[in-house]
């Protein structure tokens, strides 16, 4: 077993001396959430063609709240109850958990020879305050869709690679659209770190969306970002014809009021308030 050698004259070692390699103070990862179907792969795909920024397979950190779980114990009932001549703080916490996702996902990014790295999994819209905890330079590509559409997809999905999607109701998938917008709404006062993409925008104006996109990261436009990537628009809409009136309502009876406040319009029969258009 290899040994520790403290020098005796070592009188300044903290935790940083004993943690993972430091994450830079000015750092700014790129995260990406939303609601699944709703365009974040199709936004990893175009982030990862950019000569800056690698974006990898979903890394799942925070799919099941347990990170998110563990995080929060440390942080409060665990230092409560920790002998405070360890002298650890809620930032050692952070920074060491911050680390350990840097260690992650950095190492596929240096591979590829970019320097800055992005993370997209569907969930980590319900994690958002905890990622800007964890990372304070991080930056927040929030993807949202017509839930209506997302329904579609959902079902299409479900009957082909995801089976237990299928049990999916047009309630519960607008009550999941709902709680995503929500926890992204707060951010909206950070307009430098929260950022909010429509699917419908981006396959209709795929280089003005990407070009605004770059400009909030701070990013240069790459023109290969749209090369060898096929965007189809035909999925915008396609709810019109694939849902009954009774799915329609059930979407539209949990979600309409936050559709209306986003620019959706409403079907006609279950419009009770003016609409807006896109």
């Known amino acids: 077993m290899a040994r520790i050698t403290v020098r005796k004259g070592d009188q300044h070692l903290d935790h940083n001396d004993y943690a993972l390699p430091p994450l830079p103070a000015d750092y700014s990862p790129i995260f990406i959430g939303g609601l699944h179907r709703s365009g974040t792969t199709l936004m990893r795909r175009l982030l990862a063609s950019h000569s800056h920024i690698a974006c990898g397979p979903e890394s799942n950190l925070f799919r099941d ?3 998110a779980r563990i995080h929060a114990y440390l942080r409060t009932e665990w230092l409560a109850g920790l002998d405070a001549r360890y002298e ?3 930032q050692v916490v952070d920074q060491t958990l911050a680390r350990l996702i840097h260690a992650v996902v950095m190492p596929y990014c240096q591979k590829r020879g970019k320097q ?5 999994t569907p969930k980590n819209i319900l994690f958002i305050d905890t990622l800007f905890m964890l990372f304070p330079k991080a930056q927040f590509i929030h993807m949202i ?6 329904f579609c997809s959902v079902r299409e999905k479900a009957a082909k690679t995801t089976p237990h999607w299928a ?3 047009p309630q519960q998938l607008a009550e999941s659209w709902c709680r995503r917008i929500n926890c992204g709404l707060p951010w909206r006062e950070r307009p430098e770190r929260y950022y909010e993409v429509r699917y419908e925008e981006l396959v209709h104006q795929p280089e003005a969306t990407m070009q605004a996109v770059l400009a909030f990261l701070g990013e240069p436009w790459d023109v290969r970002m749209l090369d060898n990537h096929t965007i189809f628009t035909t999925s915008v809409g396609r709810w019109h014809k694939e849902l009954s009136a009774a799915e329609v309502a059930g979407i ?7 559709m209306h406040k986003l620019g959706y319009l409403l079907a006609p029969a279950s ?3 003016p609409t807006l258009n896109m």
């Open 65 to 67: 709240n347990k990170l």
């Open 167 to 169: 049990t999916t109701t």
């Open 271 to 273: 419009s009770k308030i």
């Open 145 to 150: 869709r017509d839930p209506r559409d997302v």
């Open 88 to 90: 650890v703080n809620p």
């Open 116 to 120: 800055r790295w992005a993370e997209k």
């Open 252 to 258: 539209e009876e949990v979600a309409g009021d936050m």
